[in-house]
C-alpha cells in the first residue's frame, strides 16, 4: 500500500513522507468512525503537502488545515466529504457503508447531497488525479491561462507526449501527459466536442521546450 503514492511523491519532490499529524488523522477517523485504508495511508505519506492539497481544491481536515474548511461543515447520512472543490460547488466523498474498504469509490455531489454521481472507481485514483491537477496550479513554471482544444488537438497531444497514469472523471473528466518528471500537461473535457489544456514545470527549461511545442499544436506565436 504504501507503493501506491509514489509516483506523486515523486512529483511533489517528497523525498520522505509529508504527513498529517497523527492527531488530525486521529480526529477525522473519530469523525467518519473509520478510515479507508488508502485514504489513511494518504494522510500518513502526502497529507501534509500543501501545494499538492491545496492548490486547486482542497483536502479537508478537522482542523481546517487547507482552506479554512472544516470537514464536519459536511454531514450526509450515507457519504464521508473529505475533499472540497475551491468555491464549494461541489464535495468528494466516500460511502459510509464503504469504510471498511480498503480503496473504494470516490463520489461527488453538485446539489448538497441530493444527488451523488461516481468520479473515480477507486479513491486512490481519485487522489493521484487531484495530486495531478494541483501540479499543474501550484508548480513553478505555468502559464496562468489556458488552451481550449478539439479533438483533433488533444489526439496530437497524446501522440507527442507520454501518458501518466492519473485519469479520473474529476470534474468533467481529465487526462495528463508528462514529458518529464516535473512537468505536467492537463487535458479536460469541456463541453461535448472540447477540450481545455493547461501545462506546468518545476524547471524553466523543460517549460519552454513543451510550451514551443503546444504552441504550434495550437497555431499560436510565443
Not at 15 to 44: M, N, S, V, W
Not at 171 to 188: L, R
Not at 199 to 210: L, V
Request: overall charge negative; charged content about 25%.
Amino acid at each position: 500500500m504504501e507503493k501506491i503514492y509514489s509516483d506523486i511523491q515523486a512529483l511533489f519532490g517528497l523525498d520522505e513522507p509529508c504527513p498529517l499529524t497523527d492527531k488530525q488523522i486521529a480526529d477525522i477517523r473519530e469523525h467518519f468512525g473509520g478510515l479507508p485504508k488508502t485514504l489513511e495511508t494518504y494522510y500518513q505519506l502526502c497529507g501534509g503537502c500543501e501545494p499538492m492539497n491545496s492548490a486547486q481544491d482542497f483536502l479537508l481536515t478537522a482542523d481546517k488545515q487547507y482552506g479554512n474548511y472544516d470537514l464536519k461543515r459536511w454531514n450526509y447520512d450515507d457519504y464521508c466529504v473529505f475533499y472540497v472543490e475551491n468555491q464549494c460547488v461541489s464535495v468528494w466523498a466516500f460511502k459510509k457503508s464503504d469504510i471498511d474498504k480498503d480503496d473504494p469509490p470516490v463520489y461527488e455531489t453538485y446539489d448538497d447531497g441530493k444527488t451523488w454521481y461516481e468520479t473515480c472507481g477507486k479513491m486512490s485514483k481519485f487522489l493521484i488525479s487531484h495530486a495531478y491537477l494541483h501540479a499543474v496550479f501550484s508548480f513553478e513554471v505555468c502559464d496562468e491561462d489556458f488552451f481550449e482544444a478539439d479533438e483533433e488537438q488533444v489526439q496530437e497531444i497524446a501522440e507527442k507526449f507520454p501518458h501518466a497514469n492519473a485519469d479520473s472523471q474529476l470534474y468533467t473528466g481529465v487526462q495528463f501527459y508528462q514529458p518529464y518528471p516535473d512537468t505536467v500537461i492537463s487535458v479536460m473535457k469541456n463541453g461535448e466536442d472540447g477540450y481545455q489544456v493547461m501545462f506546468a514545470s518545476q524547471d524553466e527549461e523543460h517549460y519552454d521546450e513543451i510550451a514551443d511545442i503546444l504552441y504550434d499544436i495550437f497555431g499560436y506565436e510565443e
